[in-house]
């Protein structure tokens, strides 16, 4: 039988959990031939597949911990200022420029959900992509973090870097609310 190679991106949520723990927690025994110490997570499904808990709304089941690390990796859920903006800010204060502005507490505010896609090269490089959602649903995503050297990749520099891109291209969104609430306000 000839197999067709796919790769997939699912949203999931997952929290770390033993197979005898997740038989338990689905009421079920740990059949006789598999190991109830092994490490695994409890994964559940947000983008598909029948609710089969009544705790969770999607469908959830468990994987072994190597086989879920390998293809997931957490996502940011704080977006943090840059170093640069900070420098910014401290200028912008210093001058006394207090006329309606975008301030970062505001861009950042304006973020509901931070999504990472990684996109590995046959190199073993790694390109990272942010994709921002406003709280409006609008989304934005920047260019790319990519690690030139497979030896030198860290998921943690690679996914800030991607987030400073992707909100770098967030600033004019978030300046045309303000500029266009003036507007409103004006008229």
Request: glycine share 8%; hydrophobic share 35%; charged share 25%.
């Amino acid at each position: 039988m000839t197999m067709t190679p796919y790769i997939g991106t699912k949203r999931t949520q997952a929290r770390p959990m033993t197979r005898g723990e997740y038989n338990k927690y689905r009421g079920w025994e740990c059949p006789a031939d598999e190991n109830p110490a092994d490490d695994g997570y409890l994964v559940e499904y947000l983008d598909g597949g029948q609710k089969n808990h009544p705790d969770h709304a999607g469908y959830v089941s468990w994987s072994p911990a190597a086989v879920f690390e390998r293809a997931y990796q957490a996502q940011p859920s704080i977006i943090e200022h840059s170093a640069d903006d900070i420098v910014t800010e401290g200028m912008i204060e210093a001058r006394g420029l207090n006329a309606r502005r975008v301030s970062l507490d505001e861009l950042h505010g304006s973020i509901k959900s931070v999504e990472i896609i990684r996109h590995r090269i046959e190199s073993g490089s790694v390109l990272r992509f942010a994709i921002l959602t406003m709280d409006n649903g609008f989304t934005v995503t920047g260019r790319p973090s990519v690690s030139v050297s497979a030896e030198n990749d860290n998921d943690d520099v690679g996914v800030k870097v991607a987030i400073q891109n992707a909100v770098f291209e967030l600033w004019p969104f978030v300046g045309f609310r303000v500029v266009e609430a003036r507007h409103n306000e004006s008229n």
